[in-house]
T-cell receptor
Framework: AQSVTQPDIHITVSEGASLELRCNYS??????LFWYVQSPGQGLQLLLK??????LVQGIKGFEAEFKRSQSSFNLRKPSVHWSDAAEYFC?????????????FGKGTHLIIQP | DAMVIQNPRYQVTQFGKPVTLSCSQT?????MYWYQQKSSQAPKLLFH???????NEADTPDNFQSRRPNTSFCFLDIRSPGLGDAAMYLC???????????FGPGTRLTVT
């Protein structure tokens, strides 16, 4: 069965600084990978996805992520964070693109933005 | 805008009193999912429908059931809620296959 590890429970970043959130996955074949963001009391919004092809994927809100097969990683990055980026971030892995079998989520990383 | 809608956003029920949560979608997606998310935890898949085919996760309690009367609607029934069932319940949809899931805003369930 697949699994996702997000090693950082909390990360604090100054506004305007760069950000990297870590995600490692375990899956026997090529995974389908996603990053979602969740604001308090809200549902999950898709930031970006990787299915195949270019290993550097661009998403919404200025986020990008890089798939590294050799490291089983799919880290999320943003060059300059804004206060509105404060939220919970979830990395997820899917089988069959996550379409039919549901997603397996990491435990999330809580991002705090300090002025 | 096409979207996933959940009603109500907040639901309070009494211990043991059946409750139904509703999800509707205007995306015309084949697959609809229900996830349970407890405080400060990751969403956990309960079950999903691929069209009319129901797929239950192995560790989903029998207390939880679902109905999908048509493509647009899906319901989550909790027959006898316990205090441990208090959580955010998220509905999601997908076209199926290699496509991402779209989530609704969730229903926050409180059990008193």
């Amino acid at each position: 069965a697949q699994s996702v590890t997000q090693p950082d429970i909390h990360i604090t970043v100054s506004e305007g600084a760069s950000l990297e959130l870590r995600c490692n996955y375990s899956y026997g074949a090529t995974p389908y990978l996603f990053w979602y963001v969740q604001s308090p009391g809200q549902g999950l919004q898709l930031l970006l996805k990787y299915f195949s092809g270019d290993t550097l994927v661009q998403g919404i809100k200025g986020f990008e992520a890089e798939f590294k097969r050799s490291q089983s990683s799919f880290n999320l990055r943003k060059p300059s964070v804004h206060w509105s980026d404060a939220a919970e971030y979830f990395c997820a892995v899917g089988v069959s693109g996550g379409g039919a079998d549901g997603l397996t989520f990491g435990k999330g990383t809580h991002l705090i933005i300090q002025p | 805008d096409a979207m996933v809608i959940q009603n109500p956003r907040y639901q309070v029920t009494q211990f043991g009193k059946p409750v139904t949560l509703s999800c509707s979608q205007t995306l015309n997606h084949n697959v609809m999912y229900w996830y349970q998310q407890k405080s400060s935890q990751a969403p956990k898949l309960l079950f999903h429908y691929y069209d009319k085919d129901f797929n239950n996760e192995a560790d989903t309690p029998d207390n939880f059931q679902s109905r999908r009367p048509n493509t647009s609607f899906c319901f989550l029934d909790i027959r006898s809620p316990g205090l441990g069932d208090a959580a955010m319940y998220l509905c999601a949809t997908s076209r199926g296959g290699a496509y991402e899931q779209y989530f609704g805003p969730g229903t926050r369930l409180t059990v008193t």
